[in-house]
Nanobody, 123 residues
Framework: QVQLVESGGGLVQAGGSLRLSCAASGRSARTSVLGWLRQAPGKERMFVAA????????WYADSEKGRFTISRDHAKNTVWLQMNDLKPEDTAVYYCAALLRGVASDPGSYTYWGQGTQVTVSS
């Protein structure tokens, strides 16, 4: 089991920044990848970014490259998503998820999910 708790969402104006946090507990050391995914109203859940728990390999969705940065801290069992230059189309519920095996960019590969945190970007 892996428990994931997100925080840091909120309302921000376009061009602003937010940093999301994901506190991981349980068998987090054994997970291969921790990722951030998002779901906008009426749309499917989409991959945003992911990072290996061991090592520091990262993946990003093309639309987030250069704006978002994923990082993690073993000692704090925390993964962060720094989001800069936010756009109204970034508005969504952002989820932290853990992947044991599969493809990091595939939402269906993730086994454990947090409850999500709302990010709203106003124009």
């Amino acid at each position: 089991q892996v428990q994931l708790v997100e925080s840091g969402g909120g309302l921000v104006q376009a061009g602003g920044s937010l940093r999301l946090s994901c506190a991981a507990s349980g068998r987090s050391a054994r997970t291969s990848v921790l990722g951030w995914l998002r779901q906008a109203p009426g749309k499917e859940r989409m991959f945003v970014a992911a990072i290996t728990w061991i090592g520091s390999t990262t993946w990003y969705a093309d639309s987030e490259k250069g704006r978002f940065t994923i990082s993690r801290d073993h000692a704090k069992n925390t993964v962060w998503l720094q989001m800069n230059d936010l756009k109204p189309e970034d508005t969504a519920v952002y989820y932290c998820a853990a992947l044991l095996r599969g493809v990091a960019s595939d939402p269906g590969s993730y086994t454990y999910w947090g409850q999500g945190t709302q990010v709203t970007v106003s124009s």
